[in-house]
């Protein structure tokens, strides 16, 4: 059964620490639809680059997290169940998932089961004190670490955004949800 299926929904948002402070509301406001990312993606004026960086991640996360949950809701679970493996982006491409708990030796899986591993798993990620300092007693780690980290998570997290504009696009045209894909 799929972490997201309509009977299973058990991921959770993940919690704004004290160290992960939101940029000004009305600054992303401004910014979304502008088509300058560049903007968007400032370091604000004396805002730690690592905080920023990490609370961009959970934002991220966050709305890759409610644009599949969206794409499962609007499609028939069956579809999803019977997902083929290499439907992937672009066509034909076969995921394959390993990690410390699930299995070390990669498994191959369809764009639904590897949506779902890797969203569980940044979520681990996210909630790892090492890694995302929860209080400003604690530090983040070195930089090369961290920002290696960081590529890892949104290189995956990017994967998803790619299986859902692909292969289901149509789902969230007709939810209406469009907008909000394209806003990312």
Known sequence: MFLFSKKNKTIEAVPKSERLVLADDNRTKLTLGTGDLRV???LPIGEDLNEWIACNTADFFSEITLLWGLVLDGTDENIILNSELGVGFPHGIEYRWADADKSKTPIKCNGPTYCEFVLTWVEKELNNDKMFPKSSDQTFPKQPIFLAQIKI???KLFRIFAIIYSHHFM??????????????
């Open 153 to 155: 998570i949104y290189t």
């Open 40 to 42: 968007a993606v400032k």
């Open 171 to 184: 789902t969230l045209e007709k939810m209406g949800a469009v907008a909000h894909l394209n806003t990312w």
